[in-house]
């Protein structure tokens, strides 16, 4: 299957969700979704498997991924408030989910292995990734490689007794019966079979049951996206690189979130006023996260009290250095206060660094007295930023370290914000250049395995960053290197970093003694609850 175009909706601005961590509450949530699709039955027994060497072994349960997990089990969206129950409930209803770790040799750090048991003692074994805000892949199930990332229905046809020849021919005979789909992978092993058919759409239950009535199918599956944009075949972008992308501005003298509504609307097959209507209620929607956060939030598990107000205290009372920067600083703050209280966030694109990008446009716009639609042109334009740096390096601390959350935010912010002062696409592309040079290396070294400290601070410098390089590239400042090099740089900068400062709590500020006494404090907490 060719590899699908990054969307703005799938990689870069979403999900709406819960919790600290995109890569772990979000993704794991969405491979529980997808484990619980695999059984027919109630769920019995669910075991998680997570490799000693990978971050998940250290991190999983401080940033959420368990809860997530559960919750993805127990059929909750997101943005669902049921989530820090999870645990509980899944125990209410009889289903034991035990967590393990585990030494094999995990290729992911972001890797689980699962076995799944149901009441009617259906087995089945499968092994997902997280590969950053929010995205996921299910690489092989039962012994069989596949390639399911959430974006299709997905048909599972598996067989017995069955060589090479037998199996295309039952596939010969099965895409004639659906007729209409994307693509059909076939996969032996062992005289078993696999037939794995994507569609757009869900199959009707009579073309289910004819499948199933064929000899040899011993089991047929139906899994439901759990990605709000849907793929298919031949799914054709306007542009498939910077270069391709400024050319059409050029001849077009467009501006990036136009550019950025052309590429969604014909990446996710929907019109182009439906794309911006999405956007518009994801900017509503971060505006409200900001207003709660400056309100106060409370939360037992976490480190840090509520703080933003303590800016717009200050501020009324002539304390600080003044400038628009004061209300950026108390926006992120809002946002990550939010995010840390477990309340409703959107992850763009990460939820570790969901402070940068609406804290710093949504602060510029308001102190500038820009619209609600002008905020929305400036998000599409930094998604379509985010695209690029989804297909070059996606957005793993855990891969790249912090620089593909905070810095990536930081050069998405400095385009939007380019695109609110009315800049060329030109601007917004070398304003993202520049923006992402100036932060390579960051390292992703999180305090007491809490998505906060230095979390928070990093938001807040990514959003100064952005502001500074958004102003440069106004001004016509040279960014020199192109921002396709400066993603390629990235990414190899991001493999060069050390596991102990991808995320994995084994280095940096992460085994400090007060993050260790902080550590055992909450856990003590947590213990006594």
Same mark, same amino acid.
């Given at each position: 299957?060719?590899?699908?175009?990054?969307?703005? *909706?799938?990689?870069?601005?979403?999900?709406?969700?819960?919790?600290?961590?995109?890569?772990?509450?979000?993704?794991?949530?969405?491979?529980?979704?997808?484990?619980?699709?695999?059984?027919?039955?109630?769920?019995?027994?669910?075991?998680?498997?997570?490799? !000693?060497?990978?971050?998940?072994?250290?991190?999983?349960?401080?940033?959420?991924?368990?809860?997530? *997990?559960?919750?993805?089990?127990?059929? #909750?969206?997101?943005?669902?408030?049921?989530?820090?129950?999870?645990?509980?409930?899944?125990?209410?209803?009889?289903?034991?989910?035990? #967590?393990?770790?585990?030494?094999?040799?995990?290729?992911?750090?972001?890797?689980?292995?699962?076995?799944?048991?149901?009441?009617?003692?259906?087995?089945?074994?499968?092994?997902?990734?997280?590969?950053?805000?929010?995205?996921?892949?299910?690489?092989?199930?039962?012994?069989?490689?596949?390639?399911?990332?959430?974006? #299709?229905?997905?048909?599972?046809?598996?067989?017995?007794?069955?060589?090479?020849?037998?199996?295309?021919?039952?596939?010969?005979?099965?895409?004639?019966?659906?007729?209409?789909?994307?693509?059909?992978?076939?996969?032996?092993?062992?005289?078993?079979?696999?037939?794995?058919?994507?569609?757009?759409?869900?199959? &009707?239950?009579?073309?289910?049951?004819?499948?199933?009535?064929?000899?040899?199918?011993?089991?047929?599956?139906?899994?439901?996206?759990?990605?709000?944009?849907?793929?298919?075949?031949?799914?054709?972008?306007? #542009?498939?690189?910077?270069?391709?992308?400024?050319?059409? $501005?050029?001849? %077009?003298?467009?501006?990036?979130?136009?550019?950025?509504?052309?590429?969604?609307?014909?990446?996710?097959?929907?019109?182009?006023?439906?794309?911006?209507?999405?956007?518009?209620?994801?900017?509503?929607?971060?505006?409200?996260?900001?207003?709660?956060?400056?309100?106060?939030?409370?939360?037992?598990?976490?480190?840090?009290?509520?703080? +933003?107000?303590?800016?717009?205290?200050?501020?009324?009372?002539?304390?600080?250095?003044?400038?628009?920067?004061?209300?950026?600083?108390?926006?992120?703050?809002?946002?990550?206060?939010?995010?840390?209280?477990?309340?409703?966030?959107?992850?763009?694109?990460?939820?570790?660094?969901?402070?940068?990008? &609406?804290?710093?446009?949504?602060?510029?716009?308001?102190?500038? %007295?820009?619209?609600?639609?002008?905020?929305?042109? +400036?998000?599409?334009?930094?998604?379509?930023?985010?695209? *690029?740096?989804?297909?070059?390096?996606?957005?793993?601390?855990?891969? %790249?370290?912090?620089?593909?959350?905070?810095?990536?935010?930081?050069?998405?912010?400095? $385009?939007?914000?380019?695109?609110?002062?009315?800049?060329?696409?030109?601007?917004?592309?070398?304003?993202?250049?520049? $923006?992402?040079?100036?932060?390579? %290396?960051?390292?992703?070294?999180?305090?007491?395995?809490?998505?906060?400290?230095?979390?928070?601070?990093?938001?807040?410098?990514?959003?100064?960053?952005?502001?500074?390089?958004?102003?440069?590239?106004?001004?016509?400042?040279?960014?020199?290197?192109?921002?396709?090099?400066?993603?390629?740089?990235?990414?190899?900068?991001?493999?060069?970093?050390?596991?102990?400062?991808?995320?994995?709590?084994?280095?940096?500020?992460?085994?400090?003694? !007060?993050?260790?006494?902080?550590?055992?404090?909450?856990?003590?907490?947590?213990?006594?609850?």
């Amino acid at each position: 299957m060719l590899k699908q175009p990054a969307s703005i *909706f799938n990689d870069v601005i979403g999900p709406i969700m819960r919790g600290p961590s995109s890569s772990h509450v979000a993704a794991a949530l969405r491979i529980g979704n997808l484990v619980k699709q695999m059984v027919k039955g109630k769920l019995k027994e669910v075991i998680v498997e997570f490799d !000693t060497k990978g971050s998940l072994a250290t991190t999983y349960h401080g940033h959420g991924s368990d809860i997530g *997990f559960v919750g993805g089990l127990l059929g #909750f969206g997101p943005e669902d408030d049921r989530l820090t129950d999870s645990l509980k409930l899944a125990e209410k209803q009889g289903i034991v989910v035990s #967590f393990k770790i585990v030494d094999y040799p995990a290729k992911h750090p972001n890797t689980y292995r699962i076995t799944v048991i149901s009441n009617d003692n259906e087995i089945k074994r499968l092994t997902a990734i997280s590969i950053g805000g929010g995205m996921i892949e299910v690489q092989e199930i039962d012994g069989f490689e596949v390639e399911i990332s959430g974006d #299709f229905y997905e048909t599972l046809i598996f067989l017995n007794k069955i060589d090479e020849d037998i199996l295309k021919q039952k596939a010969d005979a099965i895409k004639a019966l659906i007729g209409d789909f994307d693509f059909c992978n076939c996969l032996t092993n062992r005289q078993r079979g696999l037939i794995n058919v994507k569609t757009s759409c869900q199959l &009707p239950d009579k073309v289910i049951k004819q499948i199933e009535s064929f000899e040899q199918v011993e089991n047929v599956i139906q899994l439901i996206p759990v990605l709000p944009i849907i793929s298919r075949k031949n799914c054709n972008v306007p #542009f498939r690189n910077i270069g391709e992308m400024l050319q059409v $501005a050029l001849e %077009g003298n467009l501006q990036l979130w136009e550019l950025a509504l052309m590429y969604e609307s014909a990446r996710g097959n929907i019109p182009k006023q439906e794309v911006f209507d999405k956007m518009k209620e994801i900017v509503i929607l971060m505006k409200s996260s900001i207003e709660a956060g400056l309100k106060g939030t409370s939360y037992e598990d976490r480190i840090l009290g509520p703080q +933003a107000w303590m800016i717009e205290k200050c501020k009324k009372e002539n304390k600080l250095i003044p400038g628009i920067f004061n209300t950026v600083i108390a926006y992120i703050t809002s946002m990550m206060e939010v995010k840390s209280s477990m309340g409703v966030i959107v992850a763009a694109p990460t939820a570790g660094s969901c402070g940068v990008l &609406p804290g710093t446009i949504i602060g510029v716009a308001t102190e500038m %007295g820009f619209s609600i639609d002008d905020v929305v042109k +400036a998000m599409l334009a930094a998604g379509m930023i985010g695209v *690029f740096i989804a297909e070059k390096s996606g957005f793993a601390a855990e891969v %790249g370290g912090c620089q593909v959350e905070c810095g990536a935010a930081s050069g998405m912010a400095a $385009a939007g914000l380019v695109q609110l002062l009315g800049g060329s696409a030109q601007q917004c592309v070398d304003a993202a250049s520049m $923006a992402l040079q100036n932060i390579l %290396g960051l390292i992703c070294d999180p305090v007491a395995e809490s998505v906060e400290v230095p979390c928070l601070g990093k938001n807040i410098m990514a959003g100064a960053n952005a502001i500074a390089c958004a102003n440069m590239a106004l001004a016509g400042y040279d960014k020199v290197i192109p921002l396709e090099e400066t993603l390629v740089a990235m990414d190899e900068v991001g493999r060069m970093l050390p596991p102990e400062l991808r995320c994995t709590g084994l280095g940096g500020l992460s085994t400090t003694e !007060t993050s260790k006494k902080i550590y055992n404090a909450l856990k003590k907490r947590a213990e006594k609850g």
